[in-house]
């Protein structure tokens, strides 16, 4: 895979930051976009704009069979059995939010078990959270390794059979852990409970398949891997979607209305209300041809390999910490620079035109489990080079000369 190449399909990525040619390493929190998809979203808007389903005119066709068009190449993308099983949403998050109070709230009783883990950003932890308190189900966590793993031991120590739900980020968004869903899955059927996966940063970079791996439900976000914000999809098993309640009303959901009772159609668009993100799925479907054309195998092998490299880099500056594992992690170094705040760290690298994440990373309970108050964090994706990550560490040594930091020895 050529990223020189690559990078120049994505029109921002060609400017300087403070008079430096920018390194882009933010992509955990959000992707930047090829041409295509925006030339997508464009040609939607000029040539296709109209909403969807309700009308008989040419342009309301056009508009329905790109919407829909765009959810069968999500199920597809993600192997589901039917396309019914795609619901549109506005992220991740909003999917999480869907299950847990479409789903859970209508079947969690007292004394049943929501199971999670402590590296769970906290769209995969509140609504959890809202939805024991509101059922009087009790929320148990997977105990982490020192090195921010989890064992299949600690979860078949941890799911029982009165859990009813497990739900766990594929990939964490801190520690770039990669966890064993499959394995996961079986524990958690074998005690009759469902598996719902954050897959926020596993879609971006990694060919996922929800029946191969058994998944029950499956949310991710467009905008992280080369798609427009505001629209992603949660996938959900036929039989699950069928029982859960949707939680926003209003036109387009609805199959029949009197003044007192109402039905609703049939899934899955008794859970897209109001006009939807169509401009959003356009996208979406642009930025899916995208990286299929690459090759999603392809975009892991590199993003490895550039992880490695940067692991070794960073290891290498005296005061540097790693958090995370060494191996089997996803496209992403979280660290700290000694006592340097990281939003300092993040300050100076920004001077040079390197623009990394810094703060809680919306992990606070993991942040507090790392005995931090912050971290910095370099996240990469296709277009990302070997020169970018030489950059960054050539711009951490400045830093440290910066603020004067000298390690305690």
């Known amino acids: 895979m050529d990223s020189l190449a690559l990078k120049s399909e994505f029109p921002i990525l060609n400017q ?11 992509n955990a929190a959000t992707s930047q976009k090829p041409r295509s998809v925006i030339e997508a979203v464009k040609r939607y808007y000029e040539w296709d704009n109209a909403n969807v389903h309700r009308g008989v005119h040419t342009l309301g066709s056009r508009a329905t069979d790109a919407y829909e068009g765009a959810r069968e190449k999500v199920a597809r993308f993600l192997n589901a059995s ?52 509101a059922t009087g189900a009790t929320l148990k966590y997977i105990p982490l390794q020192p090195n921010g793993t989890i064992t299949l031991e600690d979860v078949e120590a941890t799911v029982t059979e009165r859990t009813k739900i497990v739900s766990i980020a594929f990939a964490s968004n801190v520690l770039g852990t990669i966890n064993p869903i499959g394995r996961i899955a079986e524990i958690a059927h074998r005690n009759g409970a469902i598996i719902v996966v954050d897959g926020a940063q596993s879609s971006p970079h990694m060919k996922v398949d929800v029946r191969a791996l058994d998944i029950d439900f499956y949310a991710f976000s467009g905008h ?12 959900g098993k036929s039989r699950l979607l069928e029982r859960m309640e949707p939680i926003e009303f209003g036109g387009e959901m609805i199959d029949f209305v009197d003044l007192y009772e109402s039905t609703w159609k049939e899934i899955p668009w008794k859970f897209e209300g109001g006009t939807p993100i169509i401009a959003g799925a356009v996208g979406l479907a642009a930025a899916i041809d995208f990286l299929e054309q690459i090759g999603l195998d392809e975009i892991d092998r590199h993003e490895k390999k550039l992880t490695q490299y940067a692991l070794e880099r960073l290891s290498a500056i005296d005061g540097v910490t790693i958090y995370g594992p060494r191996e089997d992690r996803v496209g992403l170094v979280t660290f700290n620079l000694g006592d340097v705040h990281p939003h300092d760290v993040a300050t100076v690298l920004d001077t040079e035109g390197i623009a990394v994440r810094a ?33 960054l560490a050539d711009a951490l040594v400045k830093t440290k000369e910066f603020f004067g930091y000298e390690p305690v020895r």
């Open 16 to 26: 300087e930051i403070n008079g430096h040619p920018l390194v882009y390493l933010d």
């Open 224 to 235: 992280k891997m080369c798609g427009p914000t505001g629209i992603g999809a949660l996938y």
């Open 82 to 133: 039917s396309s019914r099983e795609i619901i549109f949403t506005r992220g991740t998050t909003t999917a999480l939010n869907l299950v847990a109070s479409g789903y859970a709230r209508q079947t969690l009783q007292e004394g049943d078990e929501i199971v999670i883990t402590p590296m769970e950003h906290h769209a995969n932890l509140i609504p959890w959270q809202q939805a024991a308190k």
């Open 359 to 391: 703060g809680h990373h919306c992990c606070q309970p993991l942040m507090r489990w790392l005995n931090v108050s912050a971290t910095a964090r370099a996240s990469f994706y296709l277009y990302n080079t070997e020169q970018d990550v030489d950059r």
